[in-house]
């Protein structure tokens, strides 16, 4: 999978929490038990649990999983930060944050190759930020077997959709955004990214196997206030753009430099999913 700094997760993780469905974190909230395990695919430093932890039962157990070690190494320092109180348990934690005691524990591994791995303590809950718009239809459907077949919920956020608005527009709009998601169709380390099309591909799988999905919508909407992140976005969107060879690098330039100038708006569109296991989820025929 591509990687990713502890920079720019920290940049983004602000727009992301403020962005997540509280809807769908309560219905989440009310399918779960008091005293839960928690598994988080490509955790990154921790964003995940950080958003979803204080919503949750009294007494957590999560297992967040990267192949990052330099990103599971940032999370134990993020999340020691985070908690009220936080002590060293093995080679994890325990965090104390309001009434919730959360052990953690992270663990080292290539989801591409075998994200069933991940799963081995059968958990009760299986969740994802932000990853599989990276993945290929493929993988989604691997995931969602293992998922199945451990019988835990599952729930995603911020999917990338594909929408964006960015103002004030610009000519190059339509052609930057269509190299864009050229480029986010390429191998992100999971085969060929279903990008946009990742929430319905979750949704198609899950219910296959009998699961009732629900799914929300979760765009940023960033302004003045996350200056740094629109600057990072411009950036990062420019040069995926450029790289296709749809645009030409002067275009890309000149785009990203109107989005850095003071005024820039933009709303980012991403989902949000739930799938919950019906009494008797059986094997798709």
């Keep these: 999978m591509s990687g990713f700094s502890p920079d720019w997760l ?9 962005a997540r469905d509280a809807g769908l ?12 395990r928690a598994v988080d695919l490509g955790c990154g430093t921790g964003s995940n649990l950080r958003a979803l932890a204080p919503h949750l039962g009294s007494a957590q157990d999560w297992v967040l999983v990267d192949h990052d070690p330099a990103l599971l190494a940032a999370a134990r320092l ?6 009220e109180r936080a002590e060293p348990a093995g080679e994890g934690l325990i965090l104390h944050r309001g009434p919730a005691r959360i052990a953690v524990r992270f663990r080292a591994l290539d989801l591409a190759a075998d994200p069933a ?3 081995e303590e059968k958990p009760d809950l299986v969740t994802a930020a932000a990853l599989f718009d990276l993945a290929s239809d493929a993988w989604i459907a691997t995931v969602a077997r293992a998922v199945a077949q451990a019988r835990a ?3 995603t956020a911020l999917t990338y959709d594909g929408e964006e608005d960015w103002t004030p527009p610009h000519p190059d709009d339509a052609a930057i955004h269509a190299a864009f998601l050229a480029h986010q169709a390429g191998d992100k380390g999971f085969g060929p990214a279903a990008g946009p099309g990742a929430t319905d591909a ?4 899950f219910r296959a ?49 109107l989005r850095q100038r003071p005024g820039t708006r933009a709303v980012i569109g991403h989902r949000d999913l739930l799938a919950v296991p019906a009494p008797a989820a059986t094997a798709p025929s």
């Design 202 to 205: 979750l949704a198609n799988a």
């Design 209 to 257: 196997w009998g699961y009732a999905v629900e799914s929300a919508a979760s765009p940023w909407h960033l302004g003045p206030d996350a200056e740094a992140l629109l600057h990072q976005l411009a950036e990062g969107t420019a040069q995926a753009a450029r790289e296709t060879g749809q645009v030409a690098a002067s275009d890309a330039a000149a785009w990203s430099a």
């Design 117 to 119: 791995a991940a799963l």
């Design 10 to 18: 920290a940049l983004r993780e602000p727009a992301d929490h403020a």
């Design 25 to 36: 974190v309560a219905a989440l909230a009310r399918v779960l038990p008091p005293r839960l």
């Design 78 to 83: 993020r999340l020691t930060d985070w908690a």
């Design 153 to 155: 919920v599952f729930y």
